[in-house]
């Protein structure tokens, strides 16, 4: 590489955090700009010293890594389906609607248990941002431990959501809501 941020990178980034703590947004959004070029150009570096690499799983690693540092770089504030982790790819901002804690980022989980032990009969991961619907969470909740032929799949506790009434008729076994 002919140039590497070691050094610039950590130290610019410390400093755009100072600038969005003192609400000095101006100063932090050059900042990023800046953290973004260098990026940019330690990317466009390795792309070109990718046909060194010879085929097999590094040059694959290094391949997606590209591809999804390309894809940090080019999203905008609006863009659907944006990357918040390099690391994990797959997490979700979620909105809480609270005052004090409005944003999480992770993915959604839904998990039955039984009303009386409390044994965990099923989960199921739900990517996306959108909110589930209580009868399709119930739903699902309550037809993956049927489908194992579990004996306590009858008395699913479904998320904190979820409404008796509406769910009894969705799933083959009536399952109950836990308040």
């Known amino acids: 590489m002919r140039q590497n941020y070691n050094r ?20 932090m959004r050059k900042a990023l700009r800046t953290l973004k070029g260098y990026t940019g ?10 046909g060194a690499i010879p085929e097999g799983g590094l040059r694959r690693q290094m391949e997606q890594r590209i591809a999804l540092v390309t894809r940090l770089l080019r999203q905008t504030p609006k863009s659907a389906g944006k990357l918040y982790a ?9 909105s809480k609607g609270k005052a004090r804690i409005r ?11 039984t009303l009386a032990g409390g044994f965990v009969v099923g989960m199921r991961s739900m990517p996306g941002n959108s909110p589930p619907l209580p ?6 909740a309550a037809i993956a431990p049927t489908a194992r032929r579990c004996s306590s799949a009858a008395r699913v506790a479904a998320s904190r959501h979820a409404c008796a009434s509406s769910c009894s008729d969705a799933a ?3 399952p109950r ?3």
Do not use: M, N
Request: charged content about 25%; glycine content about 4%; proline content about 5%.
């Open 8 to 27: 610039k990178a950590p130290r610019l980034a410390a400093q755009a955090g100072r600038h969005a703590h003192a609400r000095q947004f101006r100063r």
């Open 41 to 50: 150009r330690v990317l466009h570096d390795i792309g070109r010293k990718l």
């Open 86 to 94: 390099l690391h994990e790819p797959e997490v979700d901002c979620i």
């Open 103 to 113: 944003y999480r980022f992770g993915c959604k989980v839904s998990i039955a248990t």
């Open 135 to 140: 009868w399709s969470t119930v739903a699902t």
């Open 172 to 174: 083959p076994s009536s």
């Open 177 to 179: 809501s836990a308040t």
